[in-house]
């Protein structure tokens, strides 16, 4: 199957009015979505927002949603948990985790890495547990051997964390290597998928990792403000809830506390059900779509705009150059010209880049996805031409 243009101009508003090639950061939501989550809202207004009618509602559509995340997953619906952001899954797995003086956890470098999945395990110094950085060459890659010794040489180390695919080169990390290297290890894995879920498939049992958390509102095309994530039948006891209330545990008869069974244990209060349901419309949509075909057509767009990129002399390209081992994500600088100086002058022309930084340093990114088209991409090209 191959993605009809002619119908996404229709299903994403903005496709009539600018050439967004940031979905790296966020995705425009489709008309699809937006709908959904606006009859939610009427419903709530025209029925009363906890009404019985209402409140069954969102039982229902909470179920539906761990569904679909499940199958996009290949996990079960039981090891979903809601949340507002990658930000706050991967924090709920930093300080759930009851951490033992002198235990290990293993990153990579921070120079290459998003501040979500770097600060937060840097924190736990506080609680005398020492982050091992594995050293990267220039794509954000480690060697595998080191990853071994490393948890050969340090019987301490109780959890491993990497991002799926980085936020700034697209690098793609050999993520179910490392997975049979932490289950071989009985070492905990967790993984970022915030670059991930929505542009590649990911099979969290293929790649055995303990815990995956990824927002709605990057590849998948959802809404800000919700999140998921994955944590396995397997490990979910390892975590302590961060937070309690009358959804996620019971008062016992002596006053203590019971926790309920996963994921509402996870889950205490409200979520962000307006979210939630825009972010399962949206799934929906991908779903029907096919990953696979996202794949094609992202790649497509983004070996067109890399070829043309190598051609011009002023332009130094980051990242790996082969297809399979990189996203759509492509950073790159124009000689004499500032990141964001180069950002602007696209904005200018009405194409949206981003600035982000590789080691310190800025770099323009461009991240098309699936209703992104060639002729956005050639019109950038033209415009970055002229920048000599």
Request: proline fraction near 4%; charge should be positive.
């Amino acid at each position: 199957m191959d993605i009809d243009i002619n119908i996404l101009k229709e299903d994403f508003p903005i496709m009539k009015k600018t050439a967004y090639i940031n979905n790296a950061s966020y995705t425009p939501v489709p008309f699809y979505s937006i709908k959904a989550m606006t009859d939610f809202l009427v419903e709530c207004s025209l029925n009363g927002p906890d009404s019985p009618t209402v409140i069954d509602d969102i039982e229902k559509r909470i179920k539906k949603t761990r569904n679909e995340v499940a199958k996009l997953l290949n996990c079960s619906a039981n090891e979903v948990v809601l949340t507002q952001s990658t930000t706050e899954g991967l924090n709920y797995i930093a300080n759930g985790i009851q951490w033992r003086k002198g235990d290990t956890v293993i990153i990579r470098d921070g120079n290459h890495e998003h501040p979500a999945n770097h600060i937060p395990w840097l924190r736990l110094k506080k609680n005398g547990v020492k982050a091992k950085k594995m050293q990267i060459d220039h794509n954000g890659f480690f060697n595998i051997k080191e990853l071994k010794e490393a948890l050969d040489g340090d019987k301490k180390t109780r959890l491993v964390v990497f991002s799926h695919a980085l936020f700034n080169t697209g690098s793609i990390l050999p993520v179910e290597e490392i997975g049979r290297i932490t289950t071989k290890k009985k070492v905990m894995f967790c993984l970022d998928t915030a670059q991930t879920v929505g542009c590649l498939p990911v099979d969290v049992k293929k790649i055995g990792c303990d815990f995956a958390a990824f927002p709605g509102s990057k590849w998948l095309c959802g809404p800000l403000g919700i999140g998921i994530l994955y944590c396995s039948n397997k490990s979910f006891e390892k975590v302590e809830p961060l937070h309690s209330g009358g959804e996620s545990a019971f008062i016992l008869d002596d006053q203590s506390i019971a926790y309920k069974n996963m994921p509402d244990r996870m889950q205490a209060g409200f979520r962000n059900w307006v979210g939630m349901v825009g972010l399962s419309a949206s799934i929906r949509y991908i779903m029907r779509l096919g990953i696979n075909n996202i794949r094609k057509a992202n790649m497509e767009l983004a070996n067109i705009f890399r070829e043309e990129l190598k051609k011009m002399q002023h332009v130094t390209i980051y990242g790996v150059e082969e297809e399979n081992n990189r996203t759509s994500i492509i950073s790159f600088n124009v000689n004499r010209f500032e990141a964001g100086d180069v950002v602007k002058r696209l904005e200018e022309n009405g194409i949206i880049f981003a600035k982000r930084d590789i080691s310190k340093k800025n770099v323009v990114r461009a991240s098309p996805h699936f209703f992104n088209q060639i002729g956005e991409m050639q019109k950038a090209i033209e415009i970055i031409k002229k920048l000599q």
